[in-house]
């Protein structure tokens, strides 16, 4: 009930924040160098954190068989986040931007549906993973659609909120909660990164912008909570060898 509770206010909250919402809405970014015949360097490669930790993700919840699909899936969104993202970034605009945010989506998702799952032990199953990710895929292509970005707001509000009242409910363990609250904390600074993409630009001597920053932080968001699942899966080796 909490969980319920929760979606209709991000929702409120989202539709009374729905004309400011714009104002977060750019394709002009501090940092358009170029090099090899790549526009946008920085911005482009800095994705590849979101690889990276994507592609560890899977490979490490290969080794975990009881592990929740809609953890698989917040993985694989990173992976497609990399690739949506960079698409984006070699040429921004509305339309390109699309692709970016869809690749979000699919992590936003599945991070959403696994805290779901872990703290209310309810198990949605493919089926309703499945239907969840078309709707939060649905409000994208309705941002292009209409131009409203109330919908991808909440859908992107979502997991925030659920890793919030997880940590203060604490219905998750001890060694997640952690890992919650680091990723909390690297998300809300990757978002204040991201809104302060010129003036970062400006104090670093042109080091790194805001926006580069931004996808450096919301890959250490992620990564704090694929520490915890590493950290799982050496636990299982061991005990396997334990075993032997």
């Given at each position: 009930?909490?969980?319920?509770?929760?979606?209709?206010?991000?929702?409120?909250?989202?539709?009374?924040?729905?004309?400011?919402?714009?104002?977060?809405?750019?394709?002009?970014?501090?940092?358009?160098?170029?090099?090899?015949?790549?526009?946008?360097?920085?911005?482009?490669?800095?994705?590849?954190?979101?690889?990276?930790?994507?592609?560890?993700?899977?490979?490490?919840?290969?080794?975990?068989?009881?592990?929740?699909?809609?953890?698989?899936?917040?993985?694989?969104?990173?992976?497609?986040?990399?690739?949506?993202?960079?698409?984006?970034?070699?040429?921004?605009?509305?339309?390109?931007?699309?692709?970016?945010?869809?690749?979000?989506?699919?992590?936003?998702?599945?991070?959403?549906?696994?805290?779901?799952e872990q703290c209310?032990?309810?198990?949605?199953?493919?089926?309703?993973?499945?239907?969840?990710?078309?709707?939060?895929?649905?409000?994208?292509?309705?941002?292009?659609?209409?131009?409203?970005?109330?919908?991808?707001?909440?859908?992107?509000?979502?997991?925030?909120?659920?890793?919030?009242?997880?940590?203060?409910?604490?219905?998750?363990?001890?060694?997640?909660?952690?890992?919650?609250?680091?990723?909390?904390?690297?998300?809300?600074?990757?978002?204040?990164?991201?809104?302060?993409?010129?003036?970062?630009?400006?104090?670093?001597?042109?080091?790194?912008?805001?926006?580069?920053?931004?996808?450096?932080?919301?890959?250490?968001?992620?990564?704090?909570?694929?520490?915890?699942?590493?950290?799982?899966?050496?636990?299982?080796?061991l005990q396997r060898?334990?075993?032997?």
């Open positions: 009930m909490a969980f319920v509770t929760l979606l209709v206010a991000l929702l409120g909250c989202a539709h009374v924040a729905g004309p400011s919402l714009k104002a977060f809405t750019t394709n002009t970014f501090a940092d358009e160098r170029g090099f090899a015949g790549i526009p946008n360097l920085a911005n482009v490669l800095s994705n590849l954190a979101f690889l990276a930790v994507g592609l560890l993700g899977l490979r490490t919840l290969s080794g975990l068989r009881t592990v929740a699909l809609a953890w698989k899936v917040f993985y694989a969104g990173l992976v497609l986040t990399c690739a949506g993202s960079a698409f984006y970034h070699l040429a921004p605009s509305d339309a390109s931007i699309l692709w970016d945010r869809l690749g979000m989506t699919v992590s936003f998702t599945g991070l959403a549906v696994a805290l779901f209310t032990g309810v198990r949605i199953g493919a089926l309703g993973l499945g239907a969840a990710l078309a709707g939060s895929a649905a409000s994208v292509i309705w941002w292009r659609v209409s131009g409203d970005l109330v919908p991808y707001a909440w859908v992107q509000a979502t997991p925030l909120a659920f890793a919030a009242l997880a940590i203060l409910a604490r219905w998750v363990p001890g060694r997640m909660r952690r890992a919650l609250e680091a990723s909390c904390l690297f998300y809300l600074l990757a978002k204040l990164a991201e809104m302060r993409d010129f003036e970062i630009y400006r104090v670093t001597h042109h080091l790194m912008s805001g926006h580069t920053l931004k996808h450096l932080l919301a890959a250490a968001s992620a990564g704090a909570i694929l520490l915890v699942h590493l950290r799982q899966r050496r636990e299982l080796a060898g334990a075993s032997c």
